[in-house]
């Protein structure tokens, strides 16, 4: 997703997940069939606005970034 | 690798690992078969990081237990939240680990006496015990920076504080 910039460590990434589980950011998909050692997670509503919110956060610093950048160049 | 990495995660909480351990286990184990074909280099890499990653996640863990909550302590800033306050079974442990240290300075008081009377100083030498004191700083130090290191790399003190002003929105 990073190209290979981000390398997460699993301890990061559970720490992570663990705090995402916490907020309610996240949940567990309950599948019967699925192992005990892959169990998927998905975005709640509570995640995917949050997740919106964020987005918009970063596009606003980059579009600032961008006009910093013009006007120097100008 | 795959053992000591199942040895590391001892170190997390009880109840964190009968939750994730297995997953993380498995994650591992498909990580390291990615990079099985990878160089030198790119293996080494991989397990300093998870080496890291699991040392400092499981301080994390134990330090959201102690205190209650994930942003108690700010590691990037060295700043302690105005409403932290230690457990009164905190308070406990610390005059038992006081009083170990007190107990433990006598001690060596006692045998540096009792070498000093027969065959001299406890220490070889004083440029030894300098030259080890000033190689122990330095590896603290490093072991220091590189968990601060690892900390700001992953953005998850970035993440939590997303996590706490949303949940202020709420």
């Known amino acids: 997703m990073s190209g290979g910039r981000v390398k997460l460590s699993t301890g990061t990434l559970y720490g992570a997940l663990r705090r995402l589980l916490d907020g309610a950011w996240i949940e567990r998909v309950e599948e019967d069939e699925s192992p005990r050692d892959r169990r998927p997670y998905r975005l709640t509503s509570r995640g995917r606005r949050n997740l919106q919110l964020e987005v918009e956060r970063m596009r606003h610093l980059t579009k600032l970034a961008a006009l910093r950048v013009a006007r120097k160049e100008a | 690798m795959l053992s000591f990495y199942r040895w590391l995660l001892y170190l997390y909480p009880g109840l964190y690992r009968r939750e994730y351990a297995?997953?993380?286990?498995?994650?591992?184990?498909?990580?390291?078969?990615?990079?099985?074909?990878?160089?030198?280099?790119?293996?080494?890499?991989?397990?300093?990081?998870?080496?890291?990653?699991?040392?400092?996640?499981?301080?994390?863990?134990?330090?959201?237990?102690?205190?209650?909550?994930?942003?108690?302590?700010?590691?990037?800033?060295?700043?302690?939240?105005?409403?932290?306050?230690?457990?009164?079974?905190?308070?406990?442990?610390?005059?038992?680990?006081?009083?170990?240290?007190?107990?433990?300075?006598?001690?060596?008081?006692?045998?540096?006496?009792?070498?000093?009377?027969?065959?001299?100083?406890?220490?070889?030498?004083?440029?030894?015990?300098?030259?080890?004191?000033?190689?122990?700083?330095?590896?603290?130090?490093?072991?220091?920076?590189?968990?601060l290191f690892a900390l700001g790399r992953t953005g998850t003190h970035r993440l939590a504080n997303i996590q706490a002003g949303s949940n202020g929105t709420d």
Request: with cysteine.
């Open chain 2, 22 to 147: 297995d997953e993380m286990v498995a994650v591992f184990r498909d990580v390291q078969a990615d990079v099985s074909a990878g160089s030198f280099k790119e293996r080494i890499s991989l397990r300093v990081r998870e080496i890291l990653g699991l040392l400092v996640g499981a301080v994390r863990e134990h330090i959201r237990i102690i205190t209650g909550s994930d942003q108690s302590i700010s590691f990037r800033g060295f700043n302690v939240r105005s409403e932290f306050r230690f457990p009164r079974s905190t308070v406990f442990l610390m005059s038992i680990i006081f009083g170990g240290v007190i107990l433990a300075m006598e001690k060596a008081n006692t045998i540096q006496v009792k070498y000093a009377a027969g065959a001299g100083s406890i220490w070889p030498s004083l440029p030894w015990f300098l030259g080890f004191t000033l190689l122990f700083t330095c590896a603290a130090a490093m072991v220091g920076w590189g968990i």
